[in-house]
């Protein structure tokens, strides 16, 4: 199943399966779009085992570093540093969390407060978005701000839903 829950059908030559989170991916060259690609074995409907044997994958990417360059599985050519901002009580309970291998952390006090500055790599905006929101008011998205302005619409959204 495709975002927009249509079905598609694709020719893939697998690589490796790996779990993120809590759910199952096959990372898996797509002879369709002619890129590595992440697919979620929960929004696979059906399989089924070709005759044809594959010569056209190419390990010309490095799988593991395509899988840890940005935060989340899902990932694009969009690679860009993100920096959240976390106030108390979550900036207590981050400080030792590890969301990417080369996040850097800034930790300082304001206003007789504990702050703690992540800033990592991210591809794709809606899943780092979906992971701050989780911390409500205590996570602050302050950078880029193509992000911030993502991560504010979205709040905005909510609002409009819930509230009025």
């Given at each position: 199943l495709t975002k927009g829950s249509e079905l598609s059908d694709r020719i893939i030559e697998p690589i490796k399966v790996i779990c993120y989170g809590t759910k199952w991916y096959l990372v898996a060259y797509c002879l369709t779009r002619k890129e590595e690609r992440f697919f979620s074995f929960s929004r696979i409907e059906k399989l089924a085992l070709l005759k044809e044997k594959f010569n056209t994958f190419n390990h010309k990417?490095?799988?593991?570093?395509?899988?840890?360059?940005?935060?989340?599985?899902?990932?694009?050519?969009?690679?860009?540093?993100?920096?959240?901002?976390?106030?108390?009580?979550s900036s207590f309970y981050l400080k030792k969390q590890i969301?990417?291998?080369?996040?850097?952390?800034?930790e300082y006090i304001e206003n007789n407060k504990y702050i703690l500055e992540l800033t990592l790599p991210f591809s794709k905006p809606e899943e780092l978005i979906g992971k701050v929101l989780k911390y409500g008011s205590s996570a602050e998205i302050l950078e880029p701000a193509s992000l911030r302005k993502l991560w504010?619409?979205?709040?905005?959204?909510?609002?409009?839903?819930?509230?009025?």
């Amino acid at each position: 199943l495709t975002k927009g829950s249509e079905l598609s059908d694709r020719i893939i030559e697998p690589i490796k399966v790996i779990c993120y989170g809590t759910k199952w991916y096959l990372v898996a060259y797509c002879l369709t779009r002619k890129e590595e690609r992440f697919f979620s074995f929960s929004r696979i409907e059906k399989l089924a085992l070709l005759k044809e044997k594959f010569n056209t994958f190419n390990h010309k990417t490095d799988i593991n570093k395509l899988i840890n360059e940005s935060f989340g599985i899902a990932k694009s050519n969009y690679l860009k540093l993100a920096t959240i901002k976390f106030y108390e009580p979550s900036s207590f309970y981050l400080k030792k969390q590890i969301w990417h291998s080369e996040q850097s952390v800034k930790e300082y006090i304001e206003n007789n407060k504990y702050i703690l500055e992540l800033t990592l790599p991210f591809s794709k905006p809606e899943e780092l978005i979906g992971k701050v929101l989780k911390y409500g008011s205590s996570a602050e998205i302050l950078e880029p701000a193509s992000l911030r302005k993502l991560w504010l619409n979205e709040i905005e959204g909510m609002w409009e839903r819930y509230v009025k």
